[in-house]
């Protein structure tokens, strides 16, 4: 399959666009600093810009069957980065007819399948707390998915680490077969059997060990 991935050369991006090389699939990457991105492949393709940059995503986009977003705050990143980065996103699907997205937040964003235990709750706190424009841009852009008529999920990942690709892991949904953290290599494993595997769509599933 011929995929855009945005967050290429992010930590979850990095394993992503390996595992997604290794499948067998093209990759349409748009990286802000082509110096970042590791690794050098016959199907990669590296397009220069910038996520804010409407005309930067329409090129990636361009010619792909699916997109897979990895984008995620860092610092001195816009307060709206994710809400923009998806509208720009949604656009591009639109103009070259793309349906499938597959969309990673924080397991803070909440769903209606979820039932949230004591400690999700105080977790939660915390979050809208420490980081709330965190939260609350990834509220918004999650919104703006749900509210399209795109193939969308939207992959919620708790703490992520740097551990290694084990393939294995829980889905579900807050406080319901789920636990507080996951690698990195493996919520980009999970992100790529969606793009093929209806089971969760329109929906937002928490992956975890």
């Not at 011929?2 to 748009?30: D, N, Y």
């Amino acid at each position: 399959m011929k995929i855009a991935v945005f967050g290429a050369s992010g930590r979850t991006g990095i394993p992503l666009v390996q595992q997604a090389l290794a499948a067998g699939h093209e990759v349409r990457a748009l990286v802000r600093t082509p110096s970042k991105m590791t690794i050098q492949h016959e199907r990669l393709t590296l397009i220069q810009g910038d996520i804010m940059d409407a005309a930067c995503v329409a090129q990636t986009i361009a010619g792909t069957e699916a997109v897979i977003n990895v984008i995620g705050h860092v610092k001195g990143s816009p307060d709206n980065l994710q809400t923009q980065a998806t509208e720009n996103i949604m656009a591009a699907m639109k103009q070259h007819r793309i349906r499938r997205l597959i969309s990673l937040t924080g397991a803070g964003v909440r769903a209606p399948e979820d039932q949230p235990k004591l400690l999700d709750k105080f977790a939660g706190f915390m979050l809208k707390l420490l980081s709330p424009k965190v939260i609350n841009d990834g509220e918004r852009f999650t919104q703006l998915i749900r509210n399209s008529d795109l193939d969308w999920i939207i992959v919620r990942g708790p703490v992520l680490t740097e551990g290694p690709h084990t393939g294995k892991y829980k889905v579900g949904f807050v406080g319901k077969d789920s636990g507080f953290k996951i690698s990195r290599a493996d919520v980009a494993d999970f992100m790529l059997k969606l793009l093929q595997d209806n089971r969760y769509l329109k929906q937002l599933p928490v992956v975890t060990t």
